[in-house]
């Protein structure tokens, strides 16, 4: 996984949970996974459309 351990991913938790809190950790994580599944849905929604023109120049 991109040459980062489990130390290395520990101290990074350990960061975010100092810089962010406990209680903002949650809501960081939602936000993230909501931009993430809208950006694949983007992406989706391209393909598609460069199919469809693609097929109508033939």
Avoid: Q, W, Y
């Amino acid at each position: 996984m991109f040459g980062i351990g489990l130390t290395e991913l520990l101290v990074i938790l350990l960061i975010c949970l100092l810089l962010f809190g406990a209680n903002r950790l949650p809501e960081i994580g939602k936000s993230l996974g909501e931009g993430i599944r809208e950006f694949k849905r983007a992406m989706k929604e391209s393909g598609e459309d460069n199919s469809r023109s693609k097929e109508d120049r033939k």
